[in-house]
């Protein structure tokens, strides 16, 4: 089993759509999880962070973490075509300076 | 608004010759990672820097790779005789270390061998 699992997509949606991304993981060390985005040829950029299980909201951006399942969720609401890009999933063990795994991104377009 | 900087942004090479891809961190941060993204596939982990010490590296880093930190601002990935399979997007990355501290990534550098 993969340490990380994302569907990579494509996923394409009207703009104002809600979107749901989603990751399930096998490694229970797992406490931190981020949310990237990344637009076409440049790096990851931090768009969540979340510490445990629970929700995390930012503007339109709301992130969940259950660890009993093994499984996150980074939701937008009122989706955006400037919102198109590849979303990363990534967790490690350990905050700070811990090694992150990823996830293999899902790419998402929002048609306007 | 500080930022990770890499140059170049792309290197071709031929198979079997060195390349080394320059890295400036975020100056106040503490912590130095390269990972790589081959075409296509996840963002994997190649080696963690700190104190002028390797702290954690993956299978991937074999004794092809070293990292440096020759001044007090760039940090270094040498790759001594490329293969065609390290054809992959480089990204660098800092952290200040510190409790819950986000890892902030450079632009990458595209290698190609050939």
């Known amino acids: 089993q993969k340490e990380v699992e994302q569907d990579p997509g494509p996923l394409s949606v009207p703009e104002g759509a809600i979107v749901s991304l989603n990751c399930t993981y096998s490694?229970?060390?797992?406490?931190?999880f981020m949310w990237y985005r990344q637009y076409s040829r440049k790096g990851p950029e931090l768009l969540m962070y979340t510490y445990s299980s629970g929700n995390k909201e930012d503007g339109r951006f709301t992130a969940q973490v259950d660890k009993s399942s093994k499984y996150i969720s980074l939701f937008i609401r009122d989706s955006q075509p400037s919102d198109s890009a590849t979303y990363l999933c990534a967790m490690s063990s350990a905050g700070g300076s811990e090694k992150l795994v990823f996830g293999k991104g899902t790419k998402l377009t929002v048609n306007p | 608004e500080p930022e990770v900087t890499q140059t170049p942004s792309h290197q071709v090479t031929q198979m079997g010759q060195e390349v080394i891809l320059r890295c400036v961190p975020i100056s106040n941060h503490l912590y130095f990672y390269w990972y790589r993204q081959i075409l296509g596939q996840k963002v994997e982990f190649l080696v963690s820097f700190y104190n002028n010490e390797i702290s954690e590296k993956s299978e991937i880093f074999d004794d092809q790779f070293s990292v440096e930190r020759p001044d007090g601002s760039n940090f270094t990935l040498k790759i001594r005789s490329t293969k065609l399979e390290d054809s992959a997007m480089y990204f660098c990355?800092?952290?200040?270390?510190?409790?819950?501290?986000?890892?902030?990534f450079g632009p990458g550098t595209r290698l190609t061998v050939l």
């Open positions: 990355a800092s952290s200040s270390g510190q409790g819950v501290s986000e890892q902030f």
């Open positions: 490694n229970s060390a797992f406490q931190y």
